[in-house]
């Protein structure tokens, strides 16, 4: 396991990597392959016939390919876009042609605004019922309340597979079964489970799934929306440009075939290239091993955070790779910029989930999150440093 960006110094320490919910690192195989295809093979895709045109047009297709291996999906599948938030964007945005006043849309109180904000704005637009699934006290979602407020009026249910803020891991199927019940769709978020749980789209029976390369050892601006090909080849896309039509007459256009439907311009070639390394790196590390190792980092983590004196640790049943916390009386801002001088990269803020803050009743938290290459040692420095920041404030 070769990460090079780790191998340095901030402020004199150690770099002790801690914002993996953010943006996980890259592996020396993917900053290579970026590096080599715009040495070796760069050219535009699906249009030139000489020799470049063709190896990166291949290597673009097998990209597809490899995805949806890694989710069990077919590869007609796989729709390329620039991350999470574009996949919700251009799904919601297809459904502003489908959906009719006073159908509903169910999201969840602790989604990220990505997964919550297309959904509203188009709520709005088409005079749409945006229905949200509340939290427990022990936050976990509310399967009671899931139960009610899903039903034969609604038509999609949009919700997170792991919480960015609270670390929860959704009930999903049995969500997605619920949705199917009443004949509803289903997006699932996976920006933050695509590198820690295996995910089998076919075995969820999930409709559609987003998820961003950069959360899972990729490049950035490369991400993927999944959707079911029976459900997209109806869907009209909603960007046009070149390399998604069929046939254009000065009157009206015709669709190219799937996934090229939904990927109208020229795509992002060296991040799907990059995400093609970031999956084999994942399948070289096994994803069982892990969600094995950061679920072990995730339980030391909580039991140390526990010996701190006046924090709050927003932890759960079912609890993924991160962990928010507070400590009273000091910002959390302040907790993070104390930190980042002892070289530790954490995250404060209100995580781009403000309806999930304003039913917390806070402003933001600290959080940490892990993968791979974290150790038991980053969490004995991140519990040390955090000592110090409630010797400060004292
Ligand atoms: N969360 C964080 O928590 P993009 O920016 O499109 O790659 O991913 C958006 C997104 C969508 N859903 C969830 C659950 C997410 O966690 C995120 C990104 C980052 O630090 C940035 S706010």
Redesign the pocket.
Known sequence: MNFPILNQKINKNRLVYL?N???TQKPIEVITAIKEFYEKDNANVHRGLHELSLRSSIQYEDAHKTIAEFINANEEEIIFT???????NLLANSFEQILKPNDEIIVTEM?????FVPWQQLAIRNKLKLKIIPIKEDLSLDLEAAKKLITKKTKMVAV??????LGTINPIKEIIKLAHQNNALTII?A??SISHLKINVKNLDCDFL?F?G??MFGP?GI?VLFGKKHLLDKLPPSKFGGGMIKEVTTKHSTWNDLPWKFEAGTPNISGAIGLTKAIEFINKMGINNIEKHNNELTKYAISKLKTLKNIKIYSTKNQGPLISFTLKDIHPHDVSEILNIDGIAT?AGN???MPLMTKLKIQGTN?I?FQIYNTKEDIDILIKALTKVQEVFK
């Open positions: 914002d919910a953010a943006t620039s991350g999470t938030t574009e996949s919700i989604e990220h605004h990505s997964n997170t597979h792991i919480s960015n803020v978020d920006a933050q987003a961003s950069h959360k950035t991400g995250r995580h781009c989930a959080r999150s």
